[in-house]
């Protein structure tokens, strides 16, 4: 089916780590068309694999591993692609003392008006070198460049155009025309934090 200029899309990253699942969903709102909506999703994935997901394994060990991105176009209810290549993240995990699965590092996705409240990303998978107390001690440069690309306006290789969004519960899902997004101005690192449904035992 074809995609549709503001037809929402829900990336869902499935990672393993510690014997924990975690998960990472986010959002995009469609800024061109596309008569293949597979194809347009397609590209996105090229763009998530080749930009934001490198930005996210730059902060992470390499024993947890992004195993499956789940690619939904919501407006539709019908395309969807799905990734199960595995990246890993790219700190060597023999050399450093690893964190809980329930650690993490926050950004703060900040909204461009009032429709919704600001979001949030939370990323584990972290070492000790990484965290002083209840602060981040590693360098600052990967926080940047995450920062950059969770906010970034996608162009993909074959045009198609996708703005992140933050999007108001509950999802009207299929069928998306009563959602109420908003587009992510910046995204900003905020903490070290944790996530009590990551701990062991909790599932997701």
Sequence with gaps: MALALGNLIQITD?????GQELLNIYYYLAGTSNPDGVAALESLADFFNATLLPA?????VDSLN?????????SN???????TTVQPG???????ALLPSYVSL???????????RNGFKRFGGLHEGQITGNEY??????????????AQHVITL????????????????PGTEDAIVNIVASAQFRLVGTQNSRKAGRGI
């Excluded at 996210?56 to 992470?60: E, K, N």
Aim: proline share 5%.
């Design 14 to 18: 499935q990672q393993s780590y510690l």
């Design 66 to 74: 992004h195993f499956t991105r789940q690619y939904k176009n919501l």
């Design 56 to 60: 996210v394994t730059s902060l992470q």
């Design 77 to 83: 209810g019908v395309d969807f692609f799905v990734d």
């Design 137 to 150: 001690a590693g360098s600052m440069t990967p926080i940047h460049g995450l920062e950059d690309v969770l």
């Design 106 to 116: 926050g950004f703060m996705l900040v909204r461009s008006s009032l429709v919704t």
């Design 158 to 173: 074959s045009e198609d155009e996708f703005d992140p969004v933050i999007v108001k519960r509950p999802i009207p899902e």
């Design 90 to 96: 790219q700190i060597a995990a023999d050399t450093v």
